[in-house]
């Protein structure tokens, strides 16, 4: 059986007027709270260290530095606006993106974010930052990380226009062991940047040594060292 | 005595499969299968592996809690029903109903975990969702033994859930509160209190699973020994539901009914 209700006029006006006060309050507030949230910028966390991610992992530790390297990718999209990498602390990124690494010492997530996205920043030095953070990660795993810091050598030369630190960064790639499997060509960046350098004496003398020593056997990588010497010695006799 | 354990059992086990139990696990796996499907839009490499990973997770905390569900309520029903008195007026001990009730969890969690294996299989490969399933009916079968003896110690609902979750939770961040601990004694300088609550918490964890007793989703991710991480799982689970079919026992055999 349905309740008869009395009508709205018997209710105490105080106890209405209440009522649509509070009302109005609380949308006010709502909407202010809505205005505040989209044009401020919610900076990065400072992040807990690795071991604490491990033990909140609940034995999902891999699963869980996904998560989080995909929270961490998401940060730049706040309400539904992309946020410009230069507003990003990236000494704060870096420590995350070192959290993360640590937590799942095999992925490629974080540095990859590192080598493709945020190195899309305009700033010098945050992009400074991302290389040197690359850099770093890949002396702790060569073998995994060697792509990256390939691309990283690309990006300093490019994006940064700091040839020395480019061919530091490819130095690295071709002074791994031969039991580093990577393609010759990324062992190989260092020459062609030692030509950019006009360093030409040294990069005949590698190129002579390489081709001397027979530690190149692939017959298409010999031919493209043979023409860089070639190139390299008219350069020199120009 | 074995045909009555097991009509017993079959008994209890009906009482369970008449909660609509399987539409449940369709709907807990069709939520969780759109859930992680949306991981792999976000994800930029590793995008199967995560969501695979991200699908098994979902359905092993959603099915532990269903189990723990079904295990206490089914229980709660029997002391609300006054189903022990009944019982205890025919020629039937009190050890057969546990018994009865661990063969009922176990069939419980194989009907739970069944629909895992196709699951599984289709976003993550045969092998891995074969170690999955085992390896979460061990867990489940685990926990709701947890349940068991909880309804049977607390008779109410809410408690048991709430403690066993306790335990459960307890036993997975067990190293997060061992670490946390460890560094409030050392930020203490070794203060009295902090060593005490540190040995107390010590003292616990001799009480509850090891983490090796539960499903590793770490297997998503590379290529793991399936053998030796179950083999290691069964020992641990098979110790600790002896354990705990032990305190059932003793916890039920004292239970006085005015029969």
């Known amino acids: 059986m349905k309740r008869c209700a009395r009508p709205l006029l018997q209710v105490p006006w105080l106890l209405l007027a209440g009522f649509f006060l509070l009302l109005l309050i609380q949308i006010a507030f709502h909407q202010s709270a809505i205005t505040q949230k989209s044009i401020s910028y919610r900076p990065l966390s400072i992040p807990f260290d690795a071991s604490i991610y491990r033990g909140l992992a609940m034995g999902s530790e891999q699963l869980f530095s996904y998560l989080l390297a995909i929270?961490?990718?998401?940060?730049?999209?706040?309400?539904?606006?992309?946020?410009?990498?230069?507003?990003?602390?990236?000494?704060?990124?870096?420590r995350w993106l070192d959290q993360i690494q640590a937590l799942n010492p095999a992925s490629e997530y974080p540095i990859m974010l590192a080598s493709r996205v945020y190195s899309q920043t305009m700033d010098k030095a945050r992009l400074r930052i991302i290389l040197d953070y690359i850099d770093r990660i890949f002396m702790a795993n060569p073998q995994l990380h060697w792509r990256h810091l390939a691309e990283a050598t690309v990006i300093a030369k490019h994006r940064l226009g700091d040839l020395a630190l480019a061919l530091q960064m490819a130095q690295k790639l071709s002074n791994q062991p031969a039991s580093i499997k990577m393609p010759a060509w990324a062992r190989d960046i260092h020459l062609i940047l030692l030509g950019d350098l006009n360093e030409y004496e040294t990069a005949i003398a590698i190129i002579g040594g390489l081709l001397k020593s027979d530690a190149v056997s692939d017959p298409d990588e010999k031919l493209f060292l043979q023409e860089k010497l070639l190139y390299f010695q008219q350069k020199l006799s120009e | 005595m074995m045909g009555q354990t097991i009509s017993l059992f079959r008994f209890l086990l009906l009482g369970v499969i008449n909660l609509r139990l399987f539409a449940l696990v369709s709907i807990l796996v069709i939520v969780a299968g759109l859930l992680s499907s949306f991981i792999t839009e976000l994800a930029i490499v590793n995008s199967d592996e995560i969501a695979a990973a991200l699908l098994a997770d979902m359905l092993r905390y959603s099915l532990v809690f269903l189990a723990l569900l079904l295990v206490t309520t089914s229980v709660a029903q029997d002391f609300e029903f006054k189903q022990f008195e009944r019982l205890l007026t025919m020629p039937i001990s009190r050890w057969q109903y546990i018994a009865a009730q661990?063969?009922?969890?176990?069939?419980?969690?194989?009907?739970?975990?069944?629909?895992v294996l196709p699951v599984i299989s289709l976003t993550a490969g045969f092998d891995i969702a074969i170690y999955w399933t085992l390896a979460l009916w061990l867990e489940v079968l685990l926990v709701g033994m947890l349940g068991l003896v909880a309804i049977l110690a607390l008779e109410k609902i809410p408690q048991a859930v709430f403690f066993s979750l306790a335990v459960y939770l307890l036993a997975k961040l067990s190293g997060l509160i061992s670490q946390m601990l460890v560094e409030s004694v050392k930020l203490s300088d070794g203060a009295a209190t902090n060593r005490f609550a540190d040995m107390v918490f010590n003292g616990i964890l001799n009480l509850i699973p090891r983490l090796e007793a539960f499903a590793q989703n770490d297997v998503f991710f590379g290529?793991?020994?399936?053998?030796?991480?179950?083999?290691?799982?069964?020992?641990?689970?098979?110790?600790?539901?002896?354990?705990?079919?032990?305190?059932a026992l003793i916890d039920f055999y004292r239970k006085e009914f005015n029969i």
């Open chain 1, 71 to 94: 929270r961490l990718q998401l940060h730049d999209n706040q309400a539904g606006r992309h946020i410009r990498y230069s507003q990003i602390d990236y000494e704060l990124l870096v």
């Open chain 2, 102 to 115: 661990f063969l009922a969890i176990a069939s419980i969690s194989s009907i739970l975990v069944l629909p």
């Open chain 2, 223 to 247: 290529s793991q020994n399936f053998a030796a991480m179950l083999m290691a799982q069964l020992g641990t689970v098979t110790l600790y539901t002896l354990f705990l079919l032990a305190v």
